[in-house]
């Protein structure tokens, strides 16, 4: 019988760093759709908050975390750009319209938020609506590139990405995020404000979960795939359990609990679209392992991620125990 030398056996017991690299992205993603994901629902909330002191407080609770969760996103991008270079390429050059409306929109997005406090009553309505209407491309737009890439990056013209499934991922996104933003705007505001964004809740928890039945229904056998897995099945029963449980938790008196039930039900849905896409980046099209860069670039990068993400996660960490109070 052979003998395997020392460093074949280290070499067994070490992770891929494809594999980590993958989940490493996926991670800066699920805490950009997670923590900027609740901005951008408490910005389309605006539309249902007409109030001039509603809308301070609701821009108030956000102004000091929006830019720290947009991190996320600048992470994800520039780790797919050095980590699976021929993914970028092709994602970029089959979604170049959505990706630069997207980034246009959190663009306005910001210059809304951050100038209306400094802006006359007039201009102040105006710069809300303009924040509306960017929250809601934003969220409608990042809903439709991934339901573009989970169907597969069409090569084809223009506004090939436009179909009834990217639509549709589109307006679970905003669903998503709004349900989001009003269990956030329930925590941080309480109130007659805390109670309408409950009941707000409510309607969005049922338009989200309708939405997501009806992408199953569209594309059975990738969620079919993920259900065939043992961690599938967790995720998706802990899933179903978190929507009979949040309308629950929203008529309760812990105001944080709908909040952190409605965080996990997106991290379980979330997980379980990567994995109906594992092993795949574009599905049928490019794997994970044929889009990775060389393994020098993987284990410079993964290094320098390995330093900046706990320092983003500290300091997402820290802001939001410094203000998780009341916002008066």
Same mark, same amino acid.
């Given at each position: 019988?052979?003998?395997?030398?020392?460093?074949?056996?280290?070499?067994?017991?070490?992770?891929?760093?494809?594999?980590?690299?993958?989940?490493?992205?996926?991670?800066?993603?699920?805490?950009?759709?997670?923590?900027?994901?609740?901005?951008?629902?408490?910005?389309?909330?605006?539309?249902?908050?007409?109030?001039?002191?509603?809308?301070?407080?609701?821009?108030?609770?956000?102004?000091?975390?929006?830019?720290?969760?947009?991190?996320?996103?600048?992470?994800?991008?520039?780790? $797919?750009?050095?980590? +699976?270079? %021929? =993914?970028? &390429?092709?994602?970029?050059?089959? *979604?170049? @319209?959505?990706?630069?409306?997207? !980034?246009?929109?959190?663009?306005?997005?910001?210059?809304?938020?951050?100038?209306?406090?400094?802006?006359?009553?007039?201009?102040?309505?105006?710069?809300?609506?303009?924040?509306?209407?960017?929250?809601?491309?934003?969220?409608?737009?990042?809903?439709?590139?991934?339901?573009?890439?989970?169907?597969?990056?069409?090569?084809?013209?223009?506004?090939?990405?436009?179909?009834?499934?990217?639509?549709?991922?589109?307006?679970?996104?905003?669903?998503?995020?709004?349900?989001?933003?009003?269990?956030?705007?329930?925590?941080?505001?309480?109130?007659?404000?805390?109670?309408?964004?409950?009941?707000?809740?409510?309607?969005?928890?049922?338009?989200?979960?309708?939405?997501?039945?009806?992408?199953?229904?569209? $594309?059975?056998?990738? +969620?079919? %795939? =993920?259900? &065939?897995?043992?961690?599938?099945? *967790?995720? @998706?029963?802990?899933?179903?359990? !978190?929507?009979?449980?949040?309308?629950?938790?929203?008529?309760?008196?812990?105001?944080?609990?709908?909040?952190?039930?409605?965080?996990?039900?997106?991290?379980?849905?979330?997980?379980?679209?990567?994995?109906?896409?594992?092993?795949?980046?574009?599905?049928?099209?490019?794997?994970?392992?044929?889009?990775?860069?060389?393994?020098?670039?993987?284990?410079?990068?993964?290094?320098?991620?390995?330093?900046?993400?706990?320092?983003?996660?500290?300091?997402?960490?820290?802001?939001?125990?410094?203000?998780?109070?009341?916002?008066?």
């Amino acid at each position: 019988m052979m003998m395997k030398s020392p460093g074949q056996k280290r070499s067994t017991t070490m992770p891929d760093p494809v594999n980590l690299s993958a989940g490493i992205i996926g991670f800066s993603l699920l805490m950009y759709v997670l923590l900027d994901g609740t901005d951008l629902g408490v910005g389309m909330l605006f539309a249902w908050f007409i109030d001039a002191d509603d809308r301070r407080r609701l821009a108030s609770s956000i102004l000091p975390v929006w830019d720290a969760n947009e991190t996320w996103l600048v992470l994800a991008g520039g780790a $797919m750009l050095a980590l +699976f270079p %021929a =993914a970028y &390429s092709q994602i970029l050059s089959g *979604l170049y @319209l959505p990706l630069f409306a997207m !980034l246009l929109a959190l663009i306005l997005r910001a210059v809304a938020l951050e100038y209306r406090d400094q802006a006359s009553p007039r201009a102040q309505r105006r710069l809300d609506t303009l924040f509306i209407c960017s929250s809601a491309l934003t969220a409608f737009l990042q809903g439709m590139l991934a339901g573009s890439i989970f169907g597969g990056v069409a090569p084809g013209g223009t506004f090939s990405f436009f179909t009834l499934f990217t639509v549709l991922c589109g307006a679970a996104a905003m669903t998503g995020y709004l349900l989001m933003g009003c269990c956030w705007v329930r925590w941080r505001l309480q109130g007659e404000t805390g109670r309408q964004a409950s009941l707000l809740a409510s309607l969005f928890l049922v338009a989200t979960l309708i939405l997501i039945l009806s992408l199953c229904l569209l $594309m059975p056998g990738r +969620f079919l %795939a =993920a259900w &065939s897995l043992l961690a599938g099945k *967790l995720l @998706l029963l802990t899933g179903l359990a !978190l929507g009979v449980a949040i309308p629950c938790f929203l008529h309760g008196s812990r105001l944080l609990m709908p909040l952190m039930a409605v965080l996990l039900l997106m991290t379980c849905l979330m997980l379980l679209a990567m994995m109906a896409l594992y092993p795949w980046l574009i599905p049928e099209t490019l794997s994970l392992k044929e889009a990775a860069s060389g393994p020098v670039t993987q284990q410079f990068v993964l290094t320098g991620l390995a330093i900046i993400i706990p320092m983003t996660v500290a300091y997402n960490s820290w802001a939001f125990w410094v203000l998780k109070g009341k916002v008066k």
